[in-house]
């Protein structure tokens, strides 16, 4: 740690103590990519505190996320860059390369905050391979398999943790068109089916890329994610099936299991009026909520430890920054400001910091009981039981993505967005080809991805 930025854990009452005893206040920017009303204001409210304990001022400035990379881009070549950015996993080890994160700064503020305080998967994401962290892990969310716990119960099913345990549900509660055992993503061209995809294929240890880039497919360990992805699509309704089919029948109590976002979590408890669960009728009754049960971490045969597919959001301190006072800003946006921080969509907001030296679990605790939903707000800790809620929070402690761990986040995402995983697997569930010549046909398409 370099001797300009030890121990910059400050409370609210020691930094304004610091502002008074002469140190100069700095006007922050802070780039943010939650730029709808509502989460805007509770940053600008989040900035307000934070200068009323510090000195410092902070604008908080919307940048579309589609339009990040670009910005922050242009801005590093003007010599303009934002003191600090809220941005996706996807930019945290490329910015480094270009030259736009302090590296030492972040990790200082993690070493500040505790680094053992700190999900083990999120801060593994933005881990360099010389040491030390990209950026500062804010929230994050698990894809989840959500799934009828009350059918589970009644059939004797164990929860739908791995493969084996989702197609022995399907065996017992597969009962069409009543109920079918799940609802597989098979639109190609939807973003929907590469996540999910993404997710099977991790939870099977299996993965396209390696430390030197592309790499094949494991023929055998590939051959049982085909299997399995061709059971639950067996198990599914005709069509092409995304996720508004999967909430749509899971809402109305026809779906026993369904791959989705936590994003849905305050919709199935009857929060928000555009889309009600219709399994009775009443749309603002939690009784789905109640029967549900989640699982983050899912494993295959070849994989028996699993993994949990995750989008991780970090802080990042640029290099054109007032490198001090953005610090005490991040810090304090995870520790004295981080319920705040996390209030701003609690259901996609997963605590990635879960307490403190003095209380381990004091922001997981402070997250359950923030209210969530749109129309109509209540608690997590009202609508799900700790073990559901310890199951969500849990999913970041494993929290992966191809490519992370080997530096070759870019080359993956170009895979996944070639939608070609996609295609070939929709042959093979639709009997046009069999494994072998799916596992080639990946292969050859994927190796030719720079």
Do not use: C
């Not at 990379?69 to 945290?92: F, K, N």
Request: a negative charge.
């Amino acid at each position: 740690m370099t001797t300009t930025r030890k121990t910059r854990l400050l409370t609210g009452a020691a930094l304004i103590a610091l502002t008074a005893g002469g140190a100069q206040a700095e006007s922050l920017r802070f780039w943010t990519t939650e730029e709808q009303p509502e989460r805007l204001a509770a940053q600008q409210e989040l900035a307000a505190e934070f200068e009323a304990a510090s000195g410092h001022t902070v604008e908080v400035i919307p940048v579309t996320e589609s339009d990040l990379g670009t910005r922050a881009t242009a801005a590093y070549a003007a010599g303009d860059l934002p003191d600090v950015i809220y941005h996706t996993l996807q930019y945290a080890l490329p910015w480094v390369d270009a030259g736009i994160l302090d590296i030492d700064a972040a990790t200082d503020v993690i070493e500040n905050l505790g680094g053992d305080s700190f999900a083990p998967g999120a801060l593994a994401m933005a881990e360099l391979e010389g040491g030390g962290y990209a950026s500062v892990p804010v929230d994050g969310w698990t894809q989840m398999i959500i799934y009828r716990k009350d059918l589970f119960d009644e059939a004797g099913l164990e929860a739908p943790t791995s493969f084996d345990a989702v197609r022995a549900a399907i065996d017992a509660l597969h009962n069409p068109p009543e109920m079918y055992g799940f609802v597989a993503a098979t639109k190609v061209d939807e973003n929907f089916m590469s996540q999910v995809l993404e997710h099977v294929f991790l939870a099977n240890g299996v993965s396209p890329v390696g430390p030197d880039g592309a790499q094949p497919l494991d023929e055998a360990a590939t051959t049982e994610v085909l299997e399995f992805y061709k059971a639950i699509a067996e198990a599914s309704p005709p069509g092409e099936l995304y996720w508004d089919q999967s909430r749509s029948l899971y809402f109305s109590g026809d779906a026993a299991m369904i791959i989705w976002s936590p994003f849905i979590l305050d919709e199935l408890a009857g929060l928000r009026d555009s889309n009600p669960p219709t399994i009775n009728d009443d749309p603002t009754s939690p009784e789905l909520a109640s029967k549900t049960g989640i699982v983050t971490n899912f494993s295959g045969p070849s994989n028996p430890e699993g993994a949990a597919w995750a989008d991780i959001r970090y802080f990042g301190i640029t290099n054109d920054a007032s490198t001090d006072a953005a610090m005490e800003f991040v810090e304090f946006s995870m520790n004295e400001g981080y319920t705040k921080t996390l209030s701003i969509a609690p259901e996609g907001k997963f605590p990635v910091r879960r307490g403190t030296a003095e209380n381990p679990s004091e922001f997981s605790e402070e997250w359950a009981k923030l209210p969530m939903g749109v129309d109509r707000k209540k608690p997590m800790s009202e609508l799900y039981d700790q073990a559901m809620i310890d199951e969500i929070v849990g999913g970041l402690d494993v929290a992966q993505r191809w490519g992370v761990e080997d530096g070759q986040l870019a080359l993956a995402s170009k895979m996944i967005n070639s939608q070609a995983i996609n295609r070939v697997v929709r042959q093979y569930i639709d009997g046009q080809i069999d494994a072998p010549a799916a596992v080639q046909a990946m292969n050859d398409e994927l190796a030719a991805i720079q």
